[in-house]
């Protein structure tokens, strides 16, 4: 997979740089041994790192943006409830819901990047064997559409948003079916939401106006339903998924106060339920974050949302679907306020 390809070479690279590092250093250590130098200090501990010496590098808006900063990154992927049996390349899962929790650990500063579903990125077309055939601009939500089991599913979404988000590597991937979102509000005791537009025809209980502790089955009403529901737009539903996951968050916080494991707690409550790509199941480091760090709460990208058939040429104006281009400037922006970060000159 192209994930697995950039890494190798990411490797071979960074092992060619690391051994002419050791040498410049052991050449270093000797120059200062004859100069009479015991104490030899190395490695930057101010604004730019830790004494590591590793580099992020973000390509945006043409341009070339570094980082020294220690990142973790945690992809969440909602799913429609579509798909075929296991083993086909063609699986017809969507990722409807697509949220990366970025962690810095040099500025100790966390926020949760919701993406619009129709991001327009360009994603690697696999054929029905799984090599890529070639580069498409599509819709991000059909990036989950590819492969033949959970993982390389998730692995072809978090390629897609690492290519949106400027080469972002991802490291954790979870992923449920929006079908599931009764089970997570069942397990954190329910929600309550306020229904700022009136959704009478999906909820007799969603009156424009009302506070609603929603049940399992409103809940997945409540986050999913778009067709139906004031102007029918993405951006719409992203809103009352903003709404749904700030409490939500806010919730599983203050649970999180008094019982350390409550995280793993709630993943155990929810086994089964939850696909984990990468080693995302020890939630001790993840904790420890959430607790001790800034929080600085769900991030949007600003960009231009327009009707058009990228997705399948030759379509009337009526069956267009939503494409939405992304402002790389907001990308970056969201980046400035989580991380060191500044323009490779």
């Known amino acids: 997979m192209r994930r697995n390809r950039r890494g190798k070479r990411k490797i071979i690279i960074a092992l060619i740089i690391a051994a002419a590092l050791l040498a410049l250093f052991i050449a270093g250590l000797q120059f200062a041994e004859k100069l009479g130098i015991k104490d030899v200090q190395f490695g930057d501990t101010g604004e730019w790192g830790d004494g590591k010496i590793e580099t992020t590098e973000f390509g945006l808006n043409d341009k070339l943006y570094v980082t020294k900063d220690n990142l973790d990154t945690y992809l969440i992927i909602g ?10 390349m063609y699986s017809g ?3 409807d819901f697509i949220t990366l929790l970025l962690v810095d650990n040099t500025t100790k500063k966390f ?3 919701q993406m619009d579903r129709n991001s327009m990125v360009e994603m690697a077309v696999p054929d029905e064997t799984g090599n890529a055939e070639d580069l498409q601009k ?3 939500c059909i990036s989950h559409w590819y492969g033949r089991d959970a993982d390389e599913r998730n692995e072809y979404t978090a390629e897609a948003v690492t290519t949106l988000l400027g080469d972002l590597y991802i490291e954790n991937i979870y992923s449920l079916e929006m079908t599931e979102i009764g089970a997570v509000n069942h397990a954190i005791g329910g929600v309550e939401v ?33 067709m139906n529901v004031g102007k029918g737009t993405n951006a719409e539903r992203m809103a009352r998924q903003t709404q749904y996951m700030q409490k939500a968050y806010n919730l599983v916080m ?6 350390p494991n409550y995280i793993n707690d709630l993943y155990s409550e929810l086994d089964g339920k939850i696909h984990t790509t990468g080693s995302g199941k020890d939630f001790s480091r993840l904790t420890n974050q959430l607790l001790e760090y800034e929080a600085l709460g769900i991030m949007h990208f600003t960009g231009t949302t327009k009707m058009g058939d990228t997705l399948e040429e030759g379509l009337k104006k009526e069956d267009y679907h939503e494409e939405f281009y992304v402002d790389d400037e907001s990308i970056l922006a969201c980046y400035k306020k989580i991380m060191n970060i500044k323009e490779q000159q």
């Open 111 to 113: 926020a949760f990047l």
């Open 79 to 88: 799913t429609d409830s579509g798909g075929i049996d296991e083993g086909e």
């Open 254 to 259: 203050n649970q999180l106060r008094e019982n």
């Open 194 to 226: 306020d229904i700022e537009t009136d959704m009478t025809n999906i909820d007799p209980a969603f009156v424009k106006g009302a506070h609603v502790l929603l049940d399992d089955e409103q809940a997945e009403k409540f986050v999913r339903a778009r």
């Open 93 to 95: 899962e969507l990722a």
């Open 138 to 140: 599509m819709q991000l």
